[in-house]
């Protein structure tokens, strides 16, 4: 497939969304979310005997016309094109996530996320991440809350270097400290930045990404979850009520999967997948 081959109408068929297509916040946020709440964010692909390529033509094959899922290098990357034709000018930047097994910072290129500058103003832009992400682009103009649903956000500056940090309704409160997501910088980057980390992630004990088969997505009040031998349901608790998340896990057989990623993610793989749920090692360097 090239890349004359690759419509922004099918895109934006394939995430649900339907309406004017003129630059604006407004368009920004619904094509955000509606991404997030379409397309997973999976790395199936690592685990069923295929490689992760990040040239544009083939994520947008996988992801659109495959109505597969990604990780953060696919899925923003992709979407940072869909946003570039709707007229949007995009950034791509390089992140760390701060890991919540291991509570150690990824290396540089850990990440790839976006940030869209729109009439004067700057936004933080992921469909590449799971929970805890947002789920509508955060404003870089301010370091104060950022509340969206169950959760408030803030992206923290210090020296330069940005710090996404969370609170989640059930957690919240004056004495309880921010959680921090990722760390990044705003210097622009380019695709070709990433490869190298793409490789990592595929590769490296250390990565979550190879030491565990998941496959992710947002729904309307909650988010569904699979990993390894686990299909994970979880319903926020409602905004203000200081109430907790509700989760049910049910146990699945080898035989079950493909069935449960085609009806709750609408995930067909063309390889036998190999379910993993390894421990992660712990990176030998403090980043």
Known sequence: MSKAEMDVETYLSRIGFAGPAEPSLQL???VHTCHLLSVPFENLTVHSGGRVRLELPLLYDKIVKQRRGGFCYENNSLFSWLLSKLGFQVTLLSGQVRGVITGRYGPPFDHLILMVSLDGQRWLCDVGFGAPGFSVPLSLETSGPQEQDHRVYRIRNDMGMHFLEWQGDENRGADVDWIEIYKFTLEPRCLENFVEMCQYHQSSPCSIFFCKSLCTVLKPGGRLTY???????TTFPTKGTGGVLETTTRDLKD????????????VVLNSTL????????????MY
């Open 255 to 266: 035989e079950e999967i493909p069935d449960v990623l085609a009806e709750n993610f609408g």
């Open 227 to 233: 990993m390894g031998h686990r299909l994970t349901s």
């Open 274 to 285: 190999i379910p993993k749920d390894e421990t992660i090692t712990l990176p030998p360097v």
């Open 28 to 30: 920004l946020r619904s």
